[in-house]
């Protein structure tokens, strides 16, 4: 008889262990949601500042107009200079300046006889 009673008393006293151990855990894992409640409040927030800029954003940038093709001034520049190679190019290759009067080649400069 009393070995029934310890056997009764151990399975009470172990029902009463595993009842205070889910209770435990159900308290730690309300504490866990609140972290989380609180993590997705903060995030709401943040969420809400950064809408908030966005719809403010088309007013915080500054509107400008391009009315000419940016590469124009590029492309002008270009054809600038080829043309100035090219004048330069027909300019030293010219025979007629390269020929004294009897139409050899010479330096340019004249010789005094």
């Known amino acids: 008889m009393v070995a029934v009673g310890m056997d009764i008393a151990l399975v009470i006293f172990l029902l009463i262990l595993i009842l205070g151990l889910l209770l435990e855990a159900r308290f730690s894992t309300r504490d866990h949601l609140e ?65 004294d009067d009897n139409g050899k080649f010479s330096d340019g400069s004249k010789k005094q006889e």
Do not use: H, T
């Open 35 to 99: 972290g989380y409640d609180d993590a997705l409040d903060e995030m709401r927030n943040s969420l809400n500042v950064v809408a908030q800029v966005m719809n403010r954003l088309p007013e915080m940038i500054p509107s400008f107009q391009i009315n000419e093709n940016p590469l124009s001034q590029i492309l002008q520049f270009f054809q600038q200079r080829s043309q100035e190679s090219q004048q330069q190019q027909q300019g030293s290759l010219d025979a007629d300046q390269l020929r």
